[in-house]
């Protein structure tokens, strides 16, 4: 099986991904943790992108397709992907259906992880104070939940048109969301 999650930050796109490749036995691969790993080895994707992931921007669309892809069709091929945090845009999403088409690696399922704007920031606040990601602060988070609305957002209703949509409330603790996540996707 083939799953996309998306939802905006802080939604807790890494901790459901964690949990549901675990529990499908999916290959969890996350478009923010691909991307920091980029700028932690100083290369030059990882140059070029780190001062928009700072400002809380998204990279280049061709950027982050082209390291999606790979590993997004090596695990379909195996047991399946679970990609978390792409695609973010429309744009992004014409571009998986066509590579997905070429290639017959279609999602056979959107989850979209829906929570309140104020739990939202609560959370990476939260976040920002274990793990210490230079994007969770204050200026940036509000300018990553902007970026969320007008370019994530629409992709709503993009996988809802298409049928592929299962919108959780990600307003309740991590066992609970697992759960109805795996409810929509008829496992559970
Ligand atoms: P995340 O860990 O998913 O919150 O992503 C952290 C940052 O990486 C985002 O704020 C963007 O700057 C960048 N990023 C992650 N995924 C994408 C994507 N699909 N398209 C463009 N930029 C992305």
Redesign the pocket.
Known sequence: MNVLLIGP?GSG??TQGDRLSDRLGLVHI????L??AEVEAGTAIGRK?EH??HA????P?LI?ISLMLRPAIEAAEGPGYLL??????VE?AEAVRYAAGQVGIAPAAVIYLDVARDELVRRILARAEVEGRA?DNPETIRA?LQ?FDEATLPLVAHYRERGLLHEINADQDADAVTAEILKALGVA
């Open positions: 930050p796109k890494g996350s478009s923010g943790d991307l920091r992108v928009l992931m809380g921007e998204l990279v669309d982050i978390d945090g792409f695609p973010r845009s992004q994007d990553r970026v």
